[in-house]
């Protein structure tokens, strides 16, 4: 059975930081590549970061980069969105993805940034 089963997110300050992980299972994780995505309600789904299958390639939304950091351990099935210096406009419900012949979400978490 596939599976990916996220963790982490809740209420943060802005300026704060919070980190996201992503455990997977039920498929051969080191060959797929990995995304976070987010989504908040009127918008469409956007790409917040990306991650290849040898992780030596990663790539960032453009108001997210230097403040985001995706990761991947390979040996643990895990992927992670660090989150520093977190805004406002980062408030959505984030969801892992991976990726390569076949797409596999997991169930979301909400990250909100609010005084």
């Known amino acids: 059975q596939v599976q990916l089963v996220q963790s982490g997110g809740g209420l943060v300050q802005p300026g704060g930081s919070l980190r996201l992980s992503c455990v997977a299972s039920?498929?051969?994780?080191?060959?797929?590549?990995l995304r976070w995505y987010r989504q908040t309600t009127g918008k469409e789904r956007e790409l917040v970061a990306g991650?290849?299958?040898?992780?030596?390639?990663?790539n960032y939304l453009d108001s997210v980069k230097g403040r985001f950091t995706i990761e991947r351990d390979n040996a643990q099935n895990t992927v992670y969105l660090q989150m520093n210096n977190l805004k406002p406009e980062d408030t959505a419900m984030y969801l892992c993805n991976a990726f390569r012949n076949l797409h596999y979400w997991g169930q979301g978490t909400q990250v909100t940034v609010s005084s």
């Open positions: 991650i290849s299958s040898a992780g030596d390639i990663s």
């Open positions: 039920g498929f051969n994780f080191s060959i797929y590549n």
